[in-house]
């Protein structure tokens, strides 16, 4: 599994699944706090939901606990790694 493939996967599967039709794959920083107040996705809570669902499955993950889904889903970098490990 190439890592900047499932990187740009991942990306454009948030703007999918969270319907941020204005925003582009290339407009999020690999390093960027997906949940932060100032990121311009704004993403919120439904958004987590669809997000952790949408990787069960597309990549047979489950992050159904609160604290390891904050914990895995900070930035694409890291959401990238945790799945590139798991299907390693």
Same mark, same amino acid.
């Given at each position: 599994?190439? !890592?900047?493939?499932?990187? *740009?996967? #991942? %990306?454009?599967?948030? !703007?999918?699944?969270?319907?941020?039709?204005?925003?582009?794959?290339?407009? !999020?920083? /690999?390093?960027?706090?997906?949940?932060?107040?100032? /990121?311009? #996705?704004?993403?919120?809570?439904?958004?987590?939901?669809?997000?952790?669902?949408?990787?069960?499955? @597309? *990549?047979? !993950? $489950?992050?159904?606990?609160? %604290?390891?889904? $904050? $914990?895995?889903?900070?930035?694409?970098?890291?959401? @990238? @790694?945790?799945?590139?490990?798991?299907? @390693?």
């Amino acid at each position: 599994m190439d !890592i900047e493939q499932l990187k *740009y996967d #991942l %990306k454009k599967m948030i !703007i999918d699944e969270c319907e941020k039709e204005d925003i582009t794959p290339e407009d !999020i920083q /690999n390093d960027a706090e997906l949940f932060a107040p100032d /990121n311009e #996705l704004e993403l919120d809570s439904l958004d987590a939901l669809q997000i952790s669902m949408s990787i069960q499955k @597309a *990549y047979n !993950i $489950r992050l159904v606990d609160p %604290k390891e889904f $904050r $914990r895995v889903v900070t930035t694409i970098d890291n959401l @990238a @790694a945790f799945i590139h490990e798991k299907n @390693a």
